[in-house]
């Protein structure tokens, strides 16, 4: 596909499915909190430092755990895995936990219990992806072909992102369903079930077809913590891109908290919403690919630069447009600002890290990624409070700081770029 080694777009396909799989817990997990089959903590309507506990922020609360876990574990699991010189050990690992812990929710009966469940999934997945990132760039033949080897394994995997939830409702709502033996089967089992399927899925196509190619273990020392100043700059380039690569996935998910307010504000129904939320991910799939390649032959900087010029006005104009279709727009123009960064973002650093230690690198932007997730859905909840364009102007603010930080402090990696000096 597009001349991309197979391995790369066999890992893309597995992480689709596994992307399929977690994306439906985006939705499922709601749904199932509130919808009283799960005994609820006793304190809830009381006041936790001067905030309501609301079914609103038990919810919140839940879907923000895997995240932070997640972000937090993935220094972690990517040094290990250059430490041992490994990758798919460390992708099964997680993919099994991803699979048992999806069972595991149909089983529980407490909120307290789907924590814990929850908290074990976001560990499971601190193991896949910065290792199947990791894995990624060590398939890459040359610098050259690194940023399409990134656009390829990142459009599939933002396609089982977006298809997900769809999936997720259809399932939901035409349960239950009626098994063999008279055996009924609720519509939340069901949604679990899937997500379970995509997790084997997932661990079938890595186990039969993905093959590693040979690395000794790197000589890395037991030090985890992040450079922050560089050797000829003020500020270290990873560490950049991880500070740009947080603040971008933070304006990423201010959108899905403010359902109610948005809806109406521009006199529409939640379908319209379903089609902006999703505009950001059919705009990824669209242009990770050839934004990638791009990457490869022009630079990574002229995309990293103009990707975060464009990101600043795309997020602002979603607290100010007034109707269904300028928003649409906007979150279309959204989602290729960060594609024209995050692809390059991965390529750069896979550049920049030293032989056997891409685990350890890649798993800053990982990581970031991740925390953005996490904090985006919170950040909005609390700023919404002071007026609806609050969280867009202060998701511009952030992308404006992203793009002072990388125009300033990251240098062009890419040798023989056909125009090295734009931008760079």
């Known amino acids: 596909m597009f001349g991309t080694d197979r391995r790369v777009v066999v890992l893309a396909f597995a992480r689709m499915a596994d992307a399929v799989a977690n994306s439906f817990l985006i939705i499922v997990l709601p749904l199932y909190i509130a919808s009283g089959e799960l005994a609820l903590p006793g304190f809830e309507g009381a006041t936790v430092f001067g905030v309501a506990v609301t079914i609103e922020l038990l919810i919140g609360f839940a879907l923000s755990l895997f995240g932070f876990l997640n972000s937090f574990a ?70 050259a072909e690194r940023g399409g080897n990134f656009g390829v394994f990142n459009t599939f995997r933002l396609l089982g992102f977006g298809f997900g939830p769809v999936v997720a409702g259809l399932v939901i709502q035409r349960g239950p369903y009626v098994l063999l033996f008279d055996v009924t089967l609720s519509g939340f089992n069901a949604a679990f079930g899937v997500a379970v399927l995509g997790a084997l899925v997932s661990f079938l196509l890595v186990t039969v077809l993905i093959s590693e190619p040979p690395m000794s273990a790197a000589d890395a020392g037991d030090d985890l913590s992040i450079a922050v100043t560089g050797d000829d700059r003020l500020l270290d380039p990873i560490f950049v891109l991880g500070v740009g690569t947080l603040f971008m996935a933070t304006s990423i998910a201010l959108f899905a908290t403010l359902q109610e307010p948005i809806n109406a504000r521009l006199d529409q129904g939640p379908t319209w919403f379903g089609i902006q939320f999703s505009a950001v991910v059919i705009a990824n799939v669209a242009f990770q690919v050839p934004i990638g390649r791009a990457a490869d032959r022009f630079g990574r900087k002229p995309f990293l630069v103009w990707g975060l010029v464009l990101l600043a006005p795309a997020v602002l104009a979603q607290g100010l447009v007034t109707s269904p279709w300028t928003m649409l727009v906007a979150r279309l123009v959204h989602g290729v600002s960060v594609a024209m960064v995050f692809a390059p973002a991965l390529a750069v650093a896979g550049d920049l890290a030293t032989e056997g230690e891409s685990g350890t690198t890649l798993s800053v932007l990982t990581m970031a990624f991740g925390l953005g997730t996490a904090v985006g859905p919170l950040a909005s909840g609390a700023l919404f409070a002071y007026g609806f364009v609050v969280p867009f102007a202060v998701g511009a603010v952030l992308a404006i700081a992203a793009l002072v930080l990388v125009a300033t402090q990251v240098e062009e990696t890419l040798d023989g770029a056909v125009s090295p000096t734009l931008l760079s």
């Open 74 to 143: 993935q220094p972690f699991t990517g040094r290990l895995s250059d430490r041992t010189g490994r990758r798919k050990v460390y992708i099964l690992f997680g993919l099994v936990v991803l699979a048992v812990t999806s069972v595991a929710y149909a089983l529980v009966e407490s909120y307290e219990a789907l924590l814990v469940v929850r908290a074990l999934q976001g560990l499971g997945g601190a193991f896949v992806i910065p290792t199947t990132i990791a894995l990624v760039n060590d398939l890459a033949r040359s610098d």
